[in-house]
């Protein structure tokens, strides 16, 4: 068995992921986030009630944002590696993630204090957004 060389291309290593497709995976990610929330929220709200139900919707929309944010920041560094010409401003995108990573935690502090709703509803929303994004990893390893 022979090593590959670093000159050596790996055996079915994939074309590197340019920032379109990059740009896809996030909004496929994103979409997916969406219908999940809508769907998985009207039957967590008719099965465990409306508190669970709006606790599953607030980790939801935690979820979307934090891809939403993951997506721009990704897209600037992306940006600045390429030294591209239009750029966003990287002082604005780190602001913009650190004030959604604020928001986030008003919004469970407020959730978990106020809703009395399941835990576990709040939980599951939080974990659309790895669901998403591992469909979406699988769906990139299968090519």
Same mark, same amino acid.
């Given at each position: 068995m022979t090593v590959p060389s670093e000159s050596q291309p790996l055996p079915n290593a994939q074309a590197p992921i340019s920032d379109d497709d990059f740009r896809r995976l996030m909004y496929r990610a994103l979409r997916n986030v969406a219908i999940l929330s809508v769907v998985l929220a009207a039957v967590l709200t008719f099965v465990m009630g409306w508190? +669970? $139900?709006l606790m599953f919707v607030a980790g939801a929309a935690? +979820?979307?944002t934090g891809i939403w944010e993951w997506r721009g920041l990704g897209l600037a560094i992306f940006a600045r590696l390429d030294n591209q010409q239009h750029v966003r401003? #990287? !002082?604005r995108t780190l602001v913009m993630f650190f004030l959604r %990573? $604020? #928001?986030a935690a008003v919004i469970l502090?407020?959730?978990l204090r106020c809703l009395h709703g399941s835990v576990y =509803? %709040? @939980?599951a929303g939080l !974990? @659309? =957004?790895i669901l998403a994004l591992s469909l979406e990893a699988l769906r990139l390893l299968r090519g």
């Open positions: 508190r +669970s $139900g935690i +979820s979307f401003p #990287m !002082g %990573l $604020g #928001m502090y407020v959730s =509803a %709040l @939980l !974990g @659309l =957004a």
